[in-house]
């Protein structure tokens, strides 16, 4: 087990500027994940941190030792593809002992480190079959076997779900949280799934176009987004934004709206944020606003509701009775809403 820190890390393709000045540090075994939409870097910075792409600028360590100069194979890390990268004509076996193999270990320990790893994986009774025969689920836990019997200080996931179905997705979650439990192997793992990061992440660094937006753990992202880019990804469904002016002693959210103005609440270009389930159906000094959708799932109710030209979403637990085309009077739950700066982006105080 390690802890691994990104000092000031900057990566250049050519000429593209792809990030700059990321740090990040890691605590032996934390799993850590690396979420943000597709190009922000995600990948990039894991393969700087196996040793598959050179580090342009800044430092990385693993349990204090600099490798940025460090071959992968004497970094002593594991990496699970997207795609596996499975031995077509090898058995299960094979492919999880391989790495092994190449190392020149005794075929007595191979063998034992296989059966060890296929009983934390439930893979016994697949080991002499070939990739070909294994289900998606069953080839992830293979990819993942393949990395366990090499006892790495680190394990680097590189959006190891992203090809299985939705209802496996959730299961392989789960599989994968259970085994940093019973490991307690430094992991990190990339993902653009803020769900996946959500659920599985003690600590999550939020990337966009090459810089941190921000490092937190998962519910304190949610509750407390540092800017507006932060408060839109991490949620689902999104966080409303909303544009708010000062007058007198309120904050008037798109002119219809009346809250308490927070001291923060000085400039002109400002936004209020609400997250969808902090909208509340009637309460004090509510507004008007047209149904356009209502999506029951069972648990809850999605509304999409029209005020004016803006479109604001809202989850309730209630069943309301109305339609699309309907008039509903909501309000927005004091002290749950954020104020940015709708230039910087910035959160400037909860109101
Ligand atoms: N080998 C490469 N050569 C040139 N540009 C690259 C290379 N690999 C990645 N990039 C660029 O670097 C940026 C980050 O890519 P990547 O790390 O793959 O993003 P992510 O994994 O977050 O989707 C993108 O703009 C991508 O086009
Ligand atoms: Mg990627």
Redesign the pocket.
Known sequence: MASVTISNVGKS?GA?R?MQGVDVSIDDGEFVILV?P???????LLRMVAGLETVTSGDIEIDGRRVNDLEPKDRDIAMVFQNYALYPQMTVAQNMGFALEIAGRPKAEIAAEVRKAADILSLTPLLARKPAQLSGGQRQRVAMGRAIVRHPKVFLFDEPLSNLDAKLRVQMRAEIKALHRRLGTTIIY?THDQIEAMTMADKIVVLNGGRVEQIGAPLDLYDRPANLFVAGFIGSPAMNVLPAAPAGDALLVIDRFRLRRPDAATGTTLRYGIRPEDMLIGGEAAVEGIVEVIEPTGAETHLTLRIDEHVLTMVTKERPAVAAGDRLAVSLAPGRGHLFDAESGIRLAGC
Do not use: I, L, P, Q
């Not at 597709?38 to 990039?44: A, E, R």
């Open positions: 393709f593209a792809v943000g597709s190009g922000c870097g995600k990948s990039t990339v």
